[in-house]
T-cell receptor, first 109, second 114 residues
Framework: GQNIDQPTEMTATEGAIVQINCTYQTSGFNGLFWYQQHAGEAPTFLSYNVLDGLEEKGRFSSFLSRSKGYSYLLLKELQMKDSASYLCAVLDSNYQLIWGAGTKLIIKP | DVKVTQSSRYLVKRTGEKVFLECVQDMDHENMFWYRQDPGLGLRLIYFSYDVKMKEKGDIPEGYSVSREKKERFSLILESASTNQTSMYLC?????????????FGPGTRLTVL
């Protein structure tokens, strides 16, 4: 079967760095997405990785290792507004998105 | 900016009622999707459509149907609502230019079936 695993919840301190991991087992791979979802709001796109390595976009970076079936989202200089759920999703061989359950990130002052 | 709107943010219905959830996008996207989101589970695809009048079943189509009469509008229908359909329903759209294009989501409809 297809499976995406993420931690259910993480807590971090304002100004710090946090890494949210995502591991996947899917039938084929055509890329991995990270989305941010604030409580009661729509998911919004953060990043897309299809090649191995790190992609940096401001305070947020996303890493992919296809051989390990692993990705992480790195958030630097955390701000209170970063409190949200972070969703990992993999595009499988049929170009269908398989979603993880999301990681709820709590930022404390 | 892409805008995806959904007809209601909150909806309360009774068991057995017919329920219509409407989704409209303004970016001329070919592809549209309906998901449900439940605590502890990832987004689950109910139906999707890649063109007007075209529809494909997702992972959990039972108890649902859809309609796409116009490109910008994709409707989700619960023929006879049941309590296990209480959930957050999210609509999304995506350009047909590339398979790896981003999906853009509406704000969601939180449906409660009593």
């Amino acid at each position: 079967g297809q499976n995406i695993d993420q931690p259910t919840e993480m807590t971090a301190t304002e100004g710090a760095i946090v890494q949210i991991n995502c591991t996947y087992q899917t039938s084929g791979f055509n890329g991995l997405f990270w989305y941010q979802q604030h409580a009661g709001e729509a998911p919004t796109f953060l990043s897309y990785n299809v090649l191995d390595g790190l992609e940096e976009k401001g305070r947020f970076s996303s890493f992919l290792s296809r051989s390990k079936g692993y990705s992480y989202l790195l958030l630097k200089e955390l701000q209170m507004k970063d409190s949200a759920s972070y969703l990992c999703a993999v595009l499988d061989s049929n170009y269908q998105l398989i979603w993880g359950a999301g990681t709820k990130l709590i930022i404390k002052p | 900016d892409v805008k995806v709107t959904q007809s209601s943010r909150y909806l309360v219905k009774r068991t057995g009622e017919k329920v219509f959830l409407e989704c409209v996008q303004d970016m001329d996207h070919e592809n549209m999707f309906w998901y449900r989101q439940d605590p502890g589970l990832g987004l689950r695809l109910i139906y999707f459509s890649y063109d007007v009048k075209m529809k494909e079943k997702g992972d959990i189509p039972e108890g649902y149907s859809v309609s796409r009469e116009k490109k910008e509008r994709f409707s989700l229908i619960l023929e006879s609502a049941s309590t296990n359909q209480t959930s957050m329903y999210l609509c999304a759209s995506k350009s047909g230019t590339s398979e790896t294009d981003t999906q853009y989501f509406g704000p969601g409809t939180r449906l409660t079936v009593l």
